[in-house]
């Protein structure tokens, strides 16, 4: 399969058919607080997937070079403290905090670079940026990212290069603010329906995103029959695979 | 400082149900929805939450005069994080199964809302004893919920209870579709928010039916 439908595929399976609200429940807390507005839920969204990309680009350099068993840097450094050990060091344990504190870090960042550059656009996101530090997506794109790289050296066979885990991280970061606005835009809607008052609130938010998931479960399996009609229709080689190094789909 | 507020024992009991996390204060929704779709994951998860929850109150407590306004939150989450890796590392040694079923949302206990929260609202100003029983209190309550969530998802979806550990059957194995077919979509991720928001209303209802009785 060429270059081209193989990031096709990850950017649809992260944005729509593995959508993070509706497939792994991440995100979960900004998804029913800040979904009353469709202006503020996509200040929302913007705001995550802005932050994912910066975050997924640090973890996925600091998993490549420091954090994985037997990578580079951590492996030069081990061989200069103790020259005749043939081990391989693995710091694969300290990924979590590392990711938290990137995280964290990015999230600083971030903040600072907009205040300065974009004060308008800090005053609309307010509130939401410090926030994004506790969102779930962003440690859960991190935590992704590690899997295919791999925790266990060979475990997987075909570890994400740079490039796939930003496609990875835009797309599940679009695929939220996909979520969150069409959430808030029912939610505007549903101020003058006359909702039972037990379920005023969060209840009706979550009912409507139960019929939202089942709406998204459409998707399952879109992956699978897009990979064979690729397959089949032998798109033109060499379109993108020219520049950038064939990738095999497993 | 120590003095003011509810009791250590009423702190707990107010953990599990007047101020429960998850059915009265909707936090922690993720974990909830994602690992409630069998009755193990729900209780591997409270005891996970429950370790990393009584670990970071006391520890938050016992350095709360050193705690720098600014600098809060990030102590907090490391020290979340820290023990999140000592209860992931343990799973994977000693509930293998679990914790490949969980995946990644052992991790995502270091961004679950609950554990900030209480660590902000109550260990940072309080001494040991209270925040442990406040601990204990708020993840008991967090069980329950989970607990509750994951009976009614796994007996409609499996027609199990505790079905991979005990083997216990709520409805018989032969029984006819005609009279009962499971309920598969109570096992995806739709059964999960429309049980989730079924059960917040029926919590909400008998709430404020308590509540307009004692008034009258």
Redesign the interface.
Known sequence: MSYLSTVLLLAISSALINNMV????????PF?GVSRRVDMAFGMGAAVTFVVTVAAFLSWTITWFVLAPGAPLTTAVWRWLRPPSSATPDLS??C??VY??VI?WAVQLVEMYIRKFFPSLYKAFGVFLPLI????VI??VC??IM?HVGPIPGSVPDPWRLDKALIYAVCAGLGFMLAIVVMAGLREELELCDV?????G??????I???L??A??GFTGMDANLAKRFQSSALPEGVAASTNPPTHAP | MSSDGPTPAERFLRGILPENPVLRQVLGICPTLAVTNTMEGAVTMTGAVLFVLTCANVLVSLIRPLLKPHLRILVFTLTIATFVTIADRLLAAFLYDMSRQLGPYIPLIIVNCIIIARCEICASKQPVRTALMDALGQSLGFGLALCALASVREILGFGTWFGKWLGWRVLPVGLSERVWAPWTVMILPPGAFIALALLLGAVNWATARARARKEA
Do not use: R
């Open positions: 509706f497939h792994f429940f991440v995100g979960c807390c029913i344990i300290l979590y905090l938290i504190f964290a530090t506790t969102n779930c440690l859960f935590l992704e899997k039972p008052a037990p379920l005023k969060p209840g009706i938010t979550l009912a995103a139960g019929i998931a089942l998204f479960l």
